[in-house]
């Protein structure tokens, strides 16, 4: 069963963005960088970061599922009208990918490789 695991939220300032969640959700931060905030919140099982990509009405909030085979997944979304917006990648120890549903909604996928 698909679990939402991961978020990437758009930002037009990703350092107010992380001091605001922090203050209201209760999110545990991390900086890697400029402008590479990520975040963790350990009761809800869920982590993430903020993107600078921020446009309005465009592809906000972009929540990620675990999968078991995310090669599979995108084979069953391209067969039911999905449109693969980010193919397969390897980032660090996971593949990820993006697609579009026949409704337009953006969603990401992922399992560890």
């Known amino acids: 069963m698909p679990k939402l695991t991961y978020l ?4 037009r300032d990703v ?6 969640y922090a203050a209201v959700l209760g999110w545990t931060l991390d900086e890697r960088g400029p402008g590479d905030i990520r975040f ?6 869920l982590i ?4 600078r990509e921020y446009e309005a009405g465009k592809d906000n909030v972009v929540a990620y599922y675990t999968v078991p085979d995310v090669a599979a997944a995108l ?3 391209t067969l039911l009208g ?5 193919p397969r990648t ?3 120890d996971t593949l990820i990918a993006r697609l579009r549903d026949p409704s337009g909604n953006l969603i ?3 399992q560890f490789a």
């Open 108 to 110: 990401g996928i992922w």
């Open 40 to 45: 963790s919140d350990d009761d809800a099982h």
């Open 75 to 77: 084979a069953r979304a």
């Open 48 to 51: 993430g970061r903020w993107r």
């Open 82 to 86: 999905g449109e693969i917006v980010l």
């Open 15 to 20: 350092a107010q963005s992380a001091a605001f």
């Open 8 to 11: 990437e939220i758009p930002s």
């Open 90 to 92: 390897a980032e660090g």
